[in-house]
């Protein structure tokens, strides 16, 4: 089956620290819309998404063009790495901050068995490259030759356990075929299963009620093409959808379309940061859930109907909502157990308060110690306070082994 058209594009994820960043940035390009992409997004996207992923006060966003041949030693095929992509989020003064990273590239043999076996082979770390005639791990290539050496594999940062030792892929494909082929070819693709794996029926085929729980997440606009999008992927298969050497329908598909999948997969990175460690400094987390809900959670992106379609569409394949949910649900009983808390403390305040009184007391009032016949002052008042501090301890003791 052979493909018209193909972009292909891998993204990764680091945690960065100031002089990191400033190494990596030394060999990349500011990013720069021009005027016409400008007017059309402000025409047709809401600001606050403009103003976070294309705007200059925005995200920071990098890029360098490329030229590197690299063999996959595995499935023995040469694919050209053509342009690497850098998309900072500056969120906080902290000196450990999130970027990701896109590497796309060019695919000679053009066919879906062969696209299939390069996006299963070049979605993992440890998968084995030859550049200039040298041997490396993916990972260790990218570091080396394309972030001036930083180990986004080893330093076991919030980012590297987002990721898995996995990169996420970003297919759209052109090509012509039949329209009841495009479920199976989206649910292969999507989930990096061998091309022909469901024809086969075999005992590596899916089930057919996983297979249609897969298929859910499709995004079906219109009849010349659907998408898919996954936890690890997002796949676009269709015809006369894609061309690359039309500008404006690669435009769409290399830089606007992508900008959104890079947007969701931040989300998605925070949110699993923050879920995997909410226990600790429960009070930060929940200042830092706030704030970052109110600033990236958008129903709409758009003015359009498609942005917000495809936009949905990646929000709920990356299980966006059961995430939020979930922090959420953690927030509500975190409030509640700060809110018991405060209760207890001012219940402890009321009662040392009413205590100081009472020690005071037994100064005040002489009819007492007269009525019971203690003439001397001494003996009445360590008498007094001694059973008002047995009095309280063992009221104490008792409300302690009540709340354990």
């Known amino acids: 089956m052979k ?30 819309l021009d005027n016409e992409s400008s007017n059309f997004l402000n025409q047709s996207y809401h600001s606050e998404f403009l103003n976070i992923m294309f705007k200059e006060n925005g995200i920071e966003r990098l890029y360098k063009e ?21 998309f900072i ?29 390069i996006s299963n082979a070049l979605n993992k770390y440890n998968t084995e490259v030859i550049y200039q005639e040298k041997t490396y791990l993916l990972k260790e290539f990218i570091s080396e030759k394309l972030l001036n050496k930083k180990k986004f594999y080893e330093d076991n940062s919030p980012a590297e356990q987002y990721a898995g030792s996995k990169f996420k892929n970003y297919l759209i494909l052109d090509l012509n075929h039949k ?19 469901i024809e086969k029926n075999d005992l590596r ?21 659907d998408g898919l999008a996954l936890l690890d992927s997002f796949t676009i298969i269709g015809s006369n959808n894609y061309n690359r050497e039309q500008i404006y329908t690669h435009k769409t598909w290399d830089d606007i379309y992508f900008t959104i999948y890079i947007f969701n997969l931040y989300m998605k990175c925070v ?22 809900y109110n600033k990236y959670f958008f129903n709409k992106i758009s003015f359009n109907f498609l942005p917000n379609e495809i936009h949905n569409g990646i929000k709920k ?43 005071e ?44």
């Open 3 to 32: 493909i018209d058209h193909c972009l292909y594009k891998t993204i990764g994820f680091l945690n960065y620290n100031n002089s990191d960043i400033k190494g990596i940035k030394k060999e990349l390009t500011k990013y720069k």
């Open 89 to 117: 989020f500056n969120e906080s003064k902290d000196d450990n901050q999130l970027t990701i990273f896109s590497l796309s590239y060019s695919i000679n043999d053009k066919t879906i068995d062969n696209i299939s076996n």
């Open 317 to 359: 394949g990356l299980e966006l909502q059961d995430d939020i949910d979930f922090i959420s649900e953690k927030l509500e009983t975190f409030a509640t157990q700060v809110s018991e808390k405060n209760q207890k403390q001012q219940e402890l305040l009321l009662l040392v308060i009413s205590v100081i009184a009472l020690l």
């Open 179 to 197: 329209e009841d082929e495009r479920d199976n070819l989206l649910y292969e693709i999507g989930t990096c299963s061998k091309i022909g794996t």
């Open 271 to 292: 949110l699993q940061i923050l879920s995997n460690d909410f226990s600790n400094n429960s009070m930060k987390k929940r200042k830092v859930f706030q704030q970052f």
């Open 205 to 225: 085929a899916p089930a057919l009620s996983y297979k249609n729980k897969i298929l859910e997440n499709k995004i079906s606009c219109f009849n010349n093409y």
């Open 361 to 404: 007391t037994p100064l005040h009032i002489d009819g007492i110690r007269e009525i019971i016949g203690i003439k001397n002052l001494v003996i009445y008042n360590s008498s007094v306070y001694a059973l008002l501090i047995i009095t309280v301890v063992t009221f104490l003791v008792l409300k302690i082994r009540k709340n354990n």
């Open 66 to 86: 490329l030229d590197y041949e690299i063999n996959l030693v595995n499935i023995d095929t040469v694919v050209n790495l053509s342009k690497i992509e850098l």
